[in-house]
C-alpha cells in the first residue's frame, strides 16, 4: 500500500480504465458524504475520492475556532500542537470497511470527458462512469503591498492553523483584514489568547452578505464591546516592514498606520473552478449546474463551495460556502447518481462561533426582509432573534445565542409552514411551539 493510498486495493495503473465507477475530486464534506452516501444507498462500483492533501481528511470549521482558541499543549516535542485538534471526518478503518478508496497528497490536473478519465499529479488515471466535482474553495488573495512579508497569515487549512496558532504564541498586535465568519472568528480567538486585535473592513458592516443590516450592526457593536478594535469603511492600503523584516504596520486606506506583529488576511474565497473550465464546462462563479447539480456534461456533477446551483431559497443562480450546503448536495448527488429524480431543494442554514456569540443563520436573507428581533440584544449576556418576513411570511431568522429558536426555524421554513409577522410578533409566541402545534395530530374528540 502506497503512503496516499488508504484502502486495500494495489496501486493504480492504465489497468484502472477498465474498472469504472464514481471518482470524486475532493476530499472535504462534500466529497466525503458523497462517497458515504454511495454506499449508504447501495451503490456497488468502485468509489474513488482524490484528494490533494496528505493525510486523512478532516472538519475545517474548527481550525478558525476552538483550534486557535487553544493554547500550546505542554509537551516536550517542541512541536506546538494545541489541545483541540480537527477531528477527521472519517477514521481511516471507514474506507476499508466501504470499499472507498482515497488518494491523499495528490492532486487531479486533468479531466478528459470524450474517455471519461481523470489523470493525477502522479501519474495514475482514473475512469469514471460518474465524475463528481467537490474541490471547494480558496482563499481569496490581496494584491497589496508587502503581502509577501513574513507575519502575513492565510486560513484555509490544517497547516494554515497550525502556523497561526504557532504565530499567536507570541504575537501582541494582531490585524485581522476582512470582517467576514473567518475574520471574526479569528478575531476573538486571538483576543482570547491575549492579543490587541483591530479589524479593518472596506464595506459599513462586518458579514454584510451573509447578515441582515439590522444583526450586521449589532455584531458591529459587540465586538467593539468585547475590545476588538472594528474599523468599517476602511480597507487595506500596504503592510510594512520592521527592522527585522517581518510585517510591523498595516496601513489602511485612510492612511492610518496600525501596530501589527502577526496579520490575518480573511477576504473571502473564489471557487475551485479552473479544472472544470479546463475541462470544457460552463464556469461562472463556480461550476455551473441544473437543478439536479448536473453539469453541462450528463454524467458530470458538482457539489459544495465550487458549485453555483439555481437556489430556489434565493431566487436564482447561487454559490453557497457552508458545511449543510456542502452534505446535503453531496447526499442530494448520490441519490442522483442511483437514479433519483427530485430537483435539489433543501433549507440552507449556517452557524458562526465568534467568541461568547453563537451565530446561527435558518434560509439566506435578503436585504430587502423586513426585520424584528425578539429577545434581549444586550451584547454583555444576549439572547436573541431576528424574525425576517417577506410580504408578512416569516423567511428567515438569524439567532444569537438562541439555539432553541433556530432549530425551530429550520424545521418550520422547511416544512413550507406559514408563519404571519402578527402571529409571530404577538405576545408569548414560540418558534417551538408553533411548530409543534401545526406537526402534531389534532386530537380525536
Not at 459587540?222 to 480597507?235: M, Q, S, T, V
Not at 439555481?310 to 447561487?318: A, L
Request: with cysteine.
Amino acid at each position: 500500500m502506497t503512503a496516499h493510498q488508504h484502502q486495500g486495493q494495489s496501486p493504480s495503473s492504465a489497468a484502472d480504465q477498465d474498472a469504472r465507477g464514481v471518482v470524486i475530486i475532493g476530499g472535504g464534506q462534500a466529497g466525503l458524504q458523497a462517497a458515504a452516501s454511495l454506499r449508504s444507498e447501495g451503490f456497488t462500483g468502485q468509489v474513488t475520492i482524490v484528494a490533494e492533501e496528505p493525510g486523512l481528511p478532516y472538519q475545517r470549521p474548527p481550525l478558525s475556532k476552538d483550534y486557535l482558541k487553544a493554547r500550546p499543549t505542554d509537551g516536550t516535542d517542541g512541536s506546538g500542537s494545541t489541545s483541540a485538534s480537527p477531528l477527521p471526518l472519517r477514521g481511516e478503518a471507514f474506507f476499508a470497511d466501504h470499499a472507498i478508496t482515497l488518494r491523499t497528497g495528490t492532486a487531479a490536473v486533468a479531466v478528459d470527458r470524450s474517455s471519461k478519465t481523470v489523470s493525477l499529479a502522479d501519474g495514475t488515471v482514473l475512469a469514471y462512469d460518474s465524475l463528481i466535482f467537490a474541490t471547494g474553495a480558496r482563499n481569496r488573495e490581496l494584491p497589496t503591498p508587502g503581502i509577501e512579508l513574513p507575519g502575513i497569515h492565510g486560513l484555509r487549512t490544517l497547516e494554515d492553523a497550525e502556523q497561526l496558532g504557532r504565530a499567536l504564541d507570541s504575537a501582541k498586535n494582531v490585524v485581522v483584514v476582512g470582517a467576514g465568519f473567518i475574520g471574526l472568528e479569528v478575531a476573538t480567538a486571538a483576543l482570547a489568547r491575549g492579543c490587541q486585535v483591530t479589524v479593518l473592513e472596506f464595506a459599513p458592516r462586518p458579514m454584510g452578505r451573509a447578515l441582515t443590516p439590522l444583526l450586521g450592526d449589532w455584531f458591529a457593536g459587540a465586538h467593539r464591546h468585547l475590545g476588538i478594535d472594528l474599523r468599517l469603511n476602511e480597507g487595506i492600503a500596504s503592510f510594512e516592514a520592521g527592522d527585522d523584516g517581518r510585517v510591523a504596520f498595516a496601513v489602511s486606506t485612510t492612511g492610518d498606520r496600525y501596530p501589527a506583529d502577526l496579520v490575518v488576511a480573511g477576504v473571502g474565497v473564489q471557487p475551485n473552478d479552473q479544472l472544470a473550465a479546463e475541462a470544457g464546462l460552463e464556469t461562472a462563479n463556480g461550476i455551473v449546474v441544473d437543478a439536479h447539480l448536473r453539469t453541462t456534461d450528463p454524467d458530470v456533477f458538482a457539489v459544495g463551495d465550487c458549485a453555483n446551483f439555481p437556489s430556489v431559497h434565493f431566487g436564482g443562480p447561487f454559490r453557497l460556502e457552508s458545511v449543510q450546503n456542502a452534505t446535503d448536495q453531496a447526499r442530494h448527488v448520490a441519490g442522483v447518481i442511483l437514479g433519483a429524480d427530485a430537483p435539489y431543494a433543501d433549507l440552507p442554514w449556517f452557524w458562526s462561533t465568534q467568541g461568547p456569540f453563537r451565530l446561527q443563520m435558518a434560509n439566506i436573507v435578503r436585504a430587502d426582509d423586513e426585520t424584528a428581533v425578539v429577545g434581549d440584544p444586550d451584547p454583555a449576556h444576549p439572547k436573541f432573534s431576528v424574525f425576517c418576513f417577506r410580504d408578512g411570511i416569516l423567511a428567515a431568522v438569524e439567532s444569537v445565542n438562541q439555539p432553541s429558536d433556530h432549530l425551530s426555524a429550520r424545521k418550520i421554513l422547511a416544512a413550507g409552514l406559514e408563519i404571519t409577522r402578527e402571529e409571530a410578533l404577538s405576545e408569548g409566541f414560540s418558534l417551538r411551539e408553533a411548530y409543534k402545534e401545526r406537526t402534531q395530530p389534532a386530537a380525536v374528540v
